[in-house]
């Protein structure tokens, strides 16, 4: 009783038990005690149902700020994969190879012109003419009047009216014996023979110009020995093996080592060159196709690997010292020559980041570029070497504001989480900084009107031979690869000097290649 009163008392209460009996006390007291009991029991549970909601809210709200995390980086990605699926060869590097079936609508990088496509209005046409002196002549008499039945045998022609229709001839091959005459000496009886042409030296042989067509329509039109066996008999009246075709690619090969090593010394003395890789299937492993280009010169080269160990070992670009064209690929600026950026790779990055960021800053400098290309062009057609100093200047401060306004607009990606390394950055803030930080690389063609806008020499060299390897699939050998590729690059160096492709190869297989500069 006294432990309860005290309690009440603590609580500011007061207990009045005037004139209660001792059993009206202990009942009132034993109440009293109970229901404080009761209360005590509630609050301590009130209290642990409130500590429970406490420890869910703190976990619902941990909950939430993971969630949150874990929603931005799956839009982040979702973002990324978009951006992934809406790349096609207008927008980025990727081949229209890769484009599948549902192409992209045609958007050209070139100016739309103003004239309509097609013939021009007091164009010069071309048509087939007949000729003064045909090779054959095919006369059609008149022998009786269609009108009286009169005879005409007699009548000498007055007029002809010529028609004339142009074919080609059976093809076959010519067959040239060569005789050597054998004579013995009357005085000392020694047996003289005469001496073959160079280049005869077997019982039965197959001259230079048929080796020069197999290997021009393996190598240029890209048919393949199986095929090109059967065209030879179809058309040429003259099948060889696939082993035949084989001896005689390696024989040019062979032929054209002289020509390799000369054109590899002129690249290296070229003030300007494109470069460009490529994968290559070869032994049904990825080898990487190599490609140096100028104007004049193409070289092709396989390696098993990409980067600098492979253009160490092709051997131009440790020599080279003049200015080297390429996409941006970073084993390049190992090597301490002058370079240049391909703008057309530049503006289709430009073009992804309009389209897919809506980037206005992307459409901005892509417009930069092709004015500055559109001004060199006229300055070089009036026979200019350079653009103006004020004009340098103008387009100079425009460039730099351009991005300078760009990197404003770019967002900013929100890291989550401690990574190591550098921190990530948005696609856009990283095609600025790149454009930032190579701004001499990149206007390097309105310094020097040597230096191209794109890389195309080099990637149009390359080109063809993705065809082949479409077509043919990968090469059997290491060696058949480089076969094809010094032979195709023969080919393009010839087309380049204005020579006939087929008889240049004719020249390769009488053991005197065409040598550009000699």
Same mark, same amino acid.
């Given at each position: ?15 009045n038990?005037?004139?209660m009996?001792s059993?009206q ?6 109440t009293?005690?109970?229901q404080?009991?009761?209360?005590q ?7 642990k149902?409130q500590e429970e909601?406490r ?7 941990a909950e ?5 995390q874990?929603l ?6 979702i ?7 809406s790349k096609n060869?207008?927008?980025s590097s ?6 599948g079936?549902? !192409?992209p609508?045609?958007?050209?990088l070139?100016?739309k012109?103003?004239?309509?496509t097609g013939?021009?209005n007091?164009?010069?046409?071309k ?5 003064e002196?045909?090779?054959?002549v ?5 022998d ?5 039945l ?6 000498a022609?007055?007029?002809h009216?010529?028609?004339?229709? $142009?074919d ?5 091959p010519?067959v040239?014996?060569?005789c ?5 000496c009357r005085?000392c @009886?020694l ?7 160079e ?9 230079p ?10 190598h240029?039109?890209l ?9 030879l008999?179809?058309?040429f ?8 075709? $084989? ?13 390799e090593?000369?054109v ?6 070229s003030?300007?060159a494109?470069?460009?890789?490529s994968?290559?299937r ?20 396989v390696h ?7 253009m ?17 690929? !970073?084993?390049y600026?190992?090597f301490?020559?002058k ?8 503006s ?5 980041q ?9 459409e901005k400098?892509?417009?930069?570029l092709f004015?500055i290309k ?9 026979g200019k ?9 103008y387009f ?7 991005l300078?306004? @760009?990197?404003?607009e ?7 989480g401690?990574?190591k390394g550098?921190l ?14 190579f701004?001499a ?18 990637e149009?060299?390359?080109r ?13 050998? $290491? ?8 032979i ?6 010839a087309r380049k000097?204005g020579?006939?492709p087929?008889?240049s ?14």
């Open positions: 009783m006294r432990v309860v009163k005290k309690k009440m008392q603590a609580k500011g209460r007061t207990l038990l005037k004139g009996s059993e006390k202990d009942v009132l007291i034993f009293l005690w109970e404080n009991q009761q209360t029991t509630a609050l301590q549970k009130s209290l149902v909601i420890k869910e809210l703190q976990q619902l709200a939430n700020v993971f969630l949150r874990e931005h980086k799956a839009l982040e990605r973002k990324t994969l978009e951006g992934q699926l060869s207008t927008n990727k081949p229209p190879s890769s484009d079936l549902k !192409k609508k045609p958007k050209s070139r100016e012109g103003t004239r309509k013939g021009q007091g164009h010069a046409g048509t087939l003419l007949q000729v002196t045909p090779d054959v095919v006369n059609y008499g008149v009786i009047c269609e009108n009286c009169a005879s005409l045998a007699d009548v022609a007055n007029d009216e010529r028609r004339q229709e $142009f080609l001839p059976e093809i076959k010519i040239t014996e060569h050597a005459e054998i004579k013995n005085i @009886g047996k003289n023979k005469g001496k073959f042409p280049g005869i030296t077997q019982a039965v042989q197959y001259g110009r048929l080796k020069a067509t197999a290997s021009y329509m393996n240029y039109q048919i393949p020995y199986g095929r090109l066996a059967e065209m008999g179809d058309i009246k003259c099948p060889l093996s696939e082993g035949t075709l $084989f001896n005689i690619h390696k024989t040019a090969y062979e032929n054209l080592e002289e020509y090593a000369e590899k010394q002129q690249l290296i003395r003030p300007v494109n470069f460009d890789e994968g290559l070869v032994l049904k492993e990825l080898y990487w196709l190599h490609a140096v280009s100028t104007s004049t010169l193409t070289h092709y080269e098993k690997k990409r980067g600098v160990e492979a160490k070992a092709i051997g131009i670009l440790p020599h080279f010292k003049g200015r080297a064209i390429h996409d941006h690929w !970073k084993p600026f190992q301490k020559c370079h240049g950026l391909c703008n057309t790779h530049h289709r990055e430009l073009i992804y309009e389209e897919q960021y809506s980037e206005k800053w992307a400098m892509k417009g930069c004015e559109q001004e060199v062009e006229v300055y070089k057609a009036a070497l350079k653009l103006p100093a004020k004009r340098l200047r100079e401060k425009k460039y730099d504001k351009i300078k306004a @760009g990197i404003k770019i967002p900013v990606v929100h890291q989550t401690k990574k550098k990530k950055q948005h696609p856009a803030k990283n095609l600025a900084d790149r454009l930032i930080a701004k690389e990149t206007l390097a063609f309105m310094y020097d009107f040597m230096v191209p806008f794109t890389n195309n020499l080099a149009q060299a390359i063809m031979n993705k065809v082949k390897q479409k077509i043919s699939g990968c090469f059997r050998s $290491f060696t058949g690869a480089q076969m094809f590729l010094r195709r690059g023969y080919i393009s160096t000097n020579l006939n087929l008889d190869l004719t020249d390769v297989f009488k053991g005197t290649p065409f040598i550009p500069g000699t």
